[in-house]
């Protein structure tokens, strides 16, 4: 089970820390992803990292802004939002598939087998 947390009202210019705990799952045997879903829009994919936390990768929309961690010692995947913009504003979903090779990242969303319940984070102009 994926938990994330974190989520909130913010304005444009704040930063916001995403967090996504494992609960009873050995959190290093998973890839994870954070997507996101705005209203009336298909969820995206925002980034990935791998198990080892040796690859890492962003969608275009955040990158240089956004920035992706793990600790797998805390079962915890992070999502560092800074500079955000209103069009930041979505729910924020974690995803987890476990992985055979340790730098492998996944960035589509069929791709991931595991989905936490989703945060809403709102950045207002």
């Known amino acids: 089970q994926l938990v994330e947390s974190g989520g909130g009202p913010v304005r444009a210019g704040d930063s916001l820390a995403l967090s996504c705990a494992a609960v009873g799952a050995p959190f290093s045997t998973f890839a994870v992803g954070w997507f996101r879903q705005a209203p009336g829009k298909d969820r995206e994919f925002v980034a990935a990292i791998s198990r080892s936390a040796t690859n890492k990768f962003y969608a275009d929309a955040v990158k240089g802004r956004f920035t992706i961690s793990r600790d797998n010692t805390k079962n915890t995947v992070y999502l560092q939002m800074d500079i955000l913009k209103p069009e930041d504003t979505a729910v924020y979903y974690c995803?987890?598939?476990?992985?055979?090779?340790?730098?492998?990242?996944?960035?589509?969303?069929?791709?991931?087998?595991?989905w936490g319940q989703g945060t809403q984070v709102t950045v207002s102009s």
């Open positions: 995803a987890g598939i476990q992985a055979f090779d340790r730098d492998t990242i996944f960035w589509r969303n069929n791709e991931y087998s595991h």
